[in-house]
Structure formats: structure tokens, C-alpha cells
């Protein structure tokens, strides 16, 4: 009965335009499919990375996505992601922060919401386990674009799920996208001295 009153309520919000509410679920994870999810790996030595233009498409794993880092969602129970691994090999702390876009720099819309979900790993059968942060609208109606800030320390690594708000399935659920990371900055140590 929950199920066909949240799906009910999704198509419903379809035709109207309106972003269907996030009100988590209950129960274990809808298990992952497993295909092959794009993986960009960023090996972190200082400056600013560069933009790039993905693609969440029907060749992609999905998984259940959280709505925050202790609950899973129940509308985003079968998402397409990828995944963007930063490994800092700075010496110092480096501060991120990564936007999705569309391509070409656009705001993003409800046929093209982003959710970005922070992991220090990720293993997509068990989504909340090691998240760190998550973000779903940049500003709700206005920008449903993605933007998380984070610091990645010397020699560890951070994984950016970049997810749809939408099941794969779903006509808004496969889309492209555009990541930069205007603002990423090295936390450089200037002087040191003991007295």
C-alpha cells in the first residue's frame, strides 16, 4: 500500500512539474544493479581540476541513494550514478567544492536533478555506510543543481556519487551533466617556526 501511494504520488508530481518530497524509507536498501558507472579519478597534486561533462545513462549501475547520511530514500530507490574518486597527494589539506551543472554551465531543473552523496568509500549495497555529506538542490525550484564543499587530507581520498533524483526508469531519471570545481583551493602551510 506504501509503495503504490508513493509511486501514485510521483506520477502525479510528474504531470504536474513538482519535485515529489524525499520522505526516506523504511527497511534495507533496494538492491543495487550492477552495470558500469562511470568512475573519474582525480589524483589531487594542487589547483583547480578540470570541468568535465558526464552522463547518467542506461549503462549505468543504480542503487538506492540516501536522502541524508541516516536514511535511504524512497523515491530514489533505483538511481543511475557515477562516481568521481579524489585522492589528495598534496602535502597540505585540500579544500573541494564541486557543482554539477548542465553542459555548458545551466541551472538544473526537475528533468535534471542532481543529489551528490560524499564517502570516504563507497559500496553502493550498503549506501549509508562511510557517508560523509550530501546535497540534493544548490536552491530548491530556482537551481536543482548540486554543490558540496569538502576537505580531502593529505593522502586520503573522497568519492562524489553523482546520482539522479530519479529512478533510472523514470523519464527524468537519465540525463547529462557537467562538474567543475570553481573555488577547490590547496591549504598550503606559508611558515613554521617554534620559538
Known amino acids: 500500500m506504501f509503495m503504490a ?18 520522505a526516506g524509507r523504511e527497511g534495507p ?12 579519478i582525480i589524483d589531487y597534486a594542487g589547483g583547480t581540476p578540470d570541468t568535465f561533462t558526464g552522463a547518467l545513462d542506461a549503462d549505468d549501475s543504480t542503487y538506492n541513494r540516501a536522502t541524508t547520511c541516516a536514511a535511504l530514500s524512497g523515491v530514489g530507490t533505483a538511481v543511475a550514478y557515477d562516481t568521481i574518486t579524489i585522492t589528495n597527494t598534496n602535502p597540505g589539506v585540500a579544500d573541494f567544492v564541486v557543482t554539477s551543472s ?14 551528490f552523496t560524499l564517502y570516504s568509500s563507497f559500496n553502493p549495497a550498503t549506501p549509508l555506510a562511510n557517508c560523509l555529506a550530501v546535497n540534493d538542490d544548490i536552491s530548491g525550484s530556482v537551481n536543482r543543481c548540486s554543490r558540496l564543499t569538502f576537505a580531502v587530507p593529505p593522502g586520503e ?39
Open 5 to 22: 501511494t508513493v509511486v501514485a504520488v510521483a506520477m502525479l508530481a510528474a504531470t504536474q512539474g513538482d519535485k515529489v518530497p524525499d
Open 29 to 40: 536498501a533496494t538492491p543495487p544493479t550492477v552495470r558500469a558507472s562511470e568512475n573519474t
Open 102 to 115: 548542465l553542459p555548458g554551465g545551466g541551472t538544473c531543473g526537475d528533468a535534471n536533478d542532481t543529489f
Open 157 to 195: 581520498t573522497r568519492i562524489v556519487v553523482v546520482a539522479g533524483f530519479n529512478n533510472a526508469s523514470a523519464p527524468a531519471g537519465l540525463f547529462n551533466y557537467e562538474i567543475n570545481f570553481g573555488g577547490t583551493v590547496p591549504v598550503e602551510l606559508m611558515s613554521f617556526g617554534i620559538d
